[in-house]
């Protein structure tokens, strides 16, 4: 039996059975119940995906399940590396989960072993495992909108805790909804043009549409799908509603929903649409660029801890576009190896991602349930309370700031180097934008390196800060083994990233980038071990470490003594003079204040009796979201005044409705009349 | 649309029978006044109806016609008047004494109706020179007037017996064209018709108790 | 990975390792004697490490494994860079591992994990000096990657052997306005990165204008030993990189035991007159402010972004 088909039939089982145990099951072993079965969907998810990968493709028409058109499933090597990256998420996080939602209720999140919860955690599982084995428009978006439906729910379960939470679960409802309304009108329109909606049918039309409609088409899609992936500047829900979900969910949306968004873009714009006109991937790598600076700097500036996970995804997507717009300009400049080359950077770089971002955030889960708060500059000392956490976060950092041992350099480095080669293409435009590509990468790489030093560093390391930090403990063993998972794909990636050179090369010629160029790509990547020796290098260093080490202990006089730390004589030093996060972030900040903007407020009250008497000093200071700021608030306003403007329309009188609609059936029927 | 076969003259003498009755019925409930006398008409209505279901599937052979034939006869002659009529309060509160049309204006307004629903209808007929398909514009038109009874009565009740007409006539609509739509699809319709009109018996109650009548203008004090 | 190759990589790390506190102590002496002091001679930085090494082991109360790993890192991450880098030869061990954005990355994480050692002893110092030094960093890489996109564009690798094959093959092309741009570029950014003036004065004892400084405050006896030498083989390898891709004249290109020597000693000597430059200059200069720097950083950004445009027209 085709393994694809297997591996999506017992996910379908197992998520059903999750729902039904949810529903059912009494509430000492839903949790687990639902976690596991969850686990099994992700991991027959996985394997499907990795079948796929592995050269078997999978199609099937169920014709009775939707009305009018019947569902339709297609999984090819494109859609496996997201299949099995959205199964590998879903494994890691239903692992967390168990441990996660059986000791929630305490510490500031409301209870998550509620039947609510649990029932909505595998059917968003099964969404983004159905999203890439979609193969017709409207299987595609009802897939999208249950996904969408079930995250926005899984966002806002914890309510209770605070209004932030439902002001993020607002901007996240409108913004995936007018996403999904903006894919809906392109794809729409795609098909009615193609005349199918299948998508083979409009791959084989796709060359005789007109030019004109295929680019509306891309601007459509490139808006909704770009602002699930959080490209700036359509990622305003990002930052705000991944911190508020329960933290299994914020991995899940951060590490495998973001990705379908990138999926969505390269399955319509390069393979359905044939790849199109270069302005519409010098657009991509505009915006990528854009995005991946942007995030990185407000990441490195946010307090929260979530927060700067959160805007290190919109980071990290802006460089998966930049490799998908690069890999879109070379296969229409004539460079098949090329675009080749960079669209698998993008997809290893999806991989590597979806590893370290869901290390991160199960890390940041589990600091949240020890401690009760997200605040970097309330944690610190952590180490000494949760050291394994410490060092699984350390792992995943290591991964985010792209530096050698970290799962995320591979494939900076495949990105870097196909942009590198990227200069032979002709075009003045080519030749301009790369080198800010370029530019953007190296600057968000550096920025990364800063912020990961600050969360892992203030939130981890030194002494604690706040009592909270203080009564820290070990996570239970589920959430442990859940970032266990992860941490073990972070390594692997970091060490022989190599193994999915062909893998890369499968899905990148399913992709429509097919043929010779795919082949002497595939060949490249599967030389990465060797061109680039991860291995070596990590090695070497740490043989080095372990040398140098026993090196110290021989030369050695004695064992180590502890001793007091410098305090200039004036005192024993107090956790309050400590680097905070804020404060380590500050001469970043200061450097790029034109772009930030922080708002900060200064309060000197003083006594009644003298005015140069300071009775009390209250700062505050907080870094908006300058394009927030800048674009969506106008936006805002003039949609409430237009709102407010048209409320003549409704004076309260029924028969004024009703004749609204009998006039609209009337005026449409002599329109039929008239045009026969 | 699935092919209508030309059926024996009796039959169609039958379906254009039913059509012209069906017709009637909804011109009669827009001339009259007395929400008594509309549900009255709405059963004979509801028996036109099925009976045109049951002529289609006596000359097309579609056994389950017969059974949606009697589901609809059953629903909308005998089950959803019988619901109205107990609604209607014997007071006069209840006749409709001053709609936002005057009878002459309405009437002429569904000549005006019909004859656009005719004319729409048109390319249908030259397709399939059928009784079926003449029967069709009878179907538009008492869609049409329908709207008319919802958009100029103020009684609530009025406007439930505007919104049945509505149904009505899609329904036949329907029947003519497709020989009826799928058995859930009627289930569904007919269940949500249930549900109107109960809602609306409340909401009628309602409005009685604090407004003394059940004038649907008086609820635009609501707005503000 | 050959015998050779091997061996040439033992021999540079050799050369790294006993040379670095050398150049330190040369580039001392060159600014004493250009002070007007007598100076310590070029040996008293060996003589220091071995004073630390006899010290007894001290570990801050409150630190943990990150405080007592980063030396390790720091000289562990520089031996790496040393065994890779073409310095005498172009046949390291590494062979075409030796990539340019590797080698950087290494030097990175070594900066990371001292910054986040002066994060870990809670005092004011350490976290000043590692959030400065990130910051610097920070602002130094796009300098660098812009730098390497203008070498490797011409060659078509990123590959270090390669680079400095085509350096040594092909003369003109190091006077060409690409290459000297770059060359100044990086020379700003080694410059940020080994913590010397105008970024950092490694000579200061003022702890708030310290950057590299103030993160190794709380490192006594061995730790401290390891974290300077740690610097000066970092200053070592990074003048040596700076040197093997605008100056490459003298690298072996063959594995022969007699062009290597001659390699190790052409390197031994570029390295010195590049110190004592770069140590007589520093006698001339102040030190920037902390909020300066960036400007700094930005205008060697700029010439390297002039470097691969210029890479591109003047082809």
Known sequence: ??????????????????????????????????????????AAGMAAGGAALAGHIFTAHVSQLLPLAGVYLAVDALSGVFLSVGGAVVLAASVYGIGYFRHSGHNGHSGGNGRAIQVLWPVFAFSLVLVPAAASVSTLLVAWELMAVSSLLLVVSEHRRSAQVRSAGVWYAVMTHLGLVTILIGLVWLASAARTETFAGIAAAAPGISPVVRGGVFVLVLAGFGSKAGMVPLHAWLPRAHPEAPSPASALMSAAMVNLGVYGLVRVGLDLLGGGSRWWWLLVLLLGSLSAVYGILQASVANDLKRLLAYSTVENLGLILVGVGAAGVFKDSGFPVLAALALAAALLHTMTHAAFKTLLFLGAGSVLHATGTRDLDDLGGLRARMPVTTGLFALGALGAAALPGGAGFPSEW??????????????????????VAVGAIALSAGLAVAAFVKALGTGFLAKSRTPAAEHAHEPPPAMLAGMGLAALACAGFALVPGLVGPLLGRAVAAAGLGGAGADQAAGRLSALGSTLSPLLVVGGALLLVVLLRVLMRLVARGPRRAAPLWDCGAGPLTPRMEYTATSFAEPLQRVFDNVLAPESDLDVTAYTESAYLVERVAYSRAVPDRVEHRLYTPVIGAVRRAGTASRALANGSVHRYLGYGFASVIVLLLVLAAAQ | MTTMSTPANGASELLDLAAGVFLLAAVAILWLRD????????????????AMAVVLGAEQAHPELYAVAAGVGLLRAVVLPALLRRAVNARAADRETRPLLNVGASLLTAAALVLLAYAVAQPLVRLEATAAARALSVGLSVV?????????RRNALAQVVGFLLLDNGITAIAFLAAAGVPLLVELGVSFDLLLVVLVLRVLTTRMRAVFGSADLDDLRELRD | MTTSSVVISALQVTLVLAGAPLLTGLMRQVRARLEGRAGGGVLQPWRDVRKLLRKARLDPEGTGPAFRTAPLIGVAAAIMAAAAIPLAATGTALGSGADLIAVIGLLTLASAMLALAGLDTATAFGGMGASREMTITALAEPTILMAVFALSTRIGSTDLPAIVTAGITDGARLASPASLLAAVALAVVVLAETGRLPVDNPATHLELTMVHEAMVLEYSGPDLALVELGASMRLAVLLGLWASLFAPWGIATTAGAAAVVLGAGVFAAKLALLGAALAAGEVFTAKLRLFRVPELLAGSFLLAVLAVTASFFLN
Do not use: D, E, F
């Open chain 1, 1 to 42: 039996m085709n393994p694809v088909a297997l591996g999506l039939a017992v996910a379908s089982a197992a998520g059903a059975l999750a729902v039904a145990a949810a529903l059912l099951a009494p509430a000492r072993v839903r949790v687990a119940l639902v976690g596991v079965l969850t686990a099994v969907l992700g």
């Open chain 1, 414 to 435: 495949l990105l870097l180097q196909s942009l590198i080669h990227g200069l032979v293409v002709p075009g003045v435009t080519v030749v301009v934008l790369l080198p």
């Open chain 2, 144 to 152: 049409l007037i329908g709207l008319l009874v919802l958009v100029t």
């Open chain 2, 35 to 50: 929400v008594a006398a509309q549900t009255r008409l709405l059963a004979v209505q509801g028996s036109a109806l099925a």
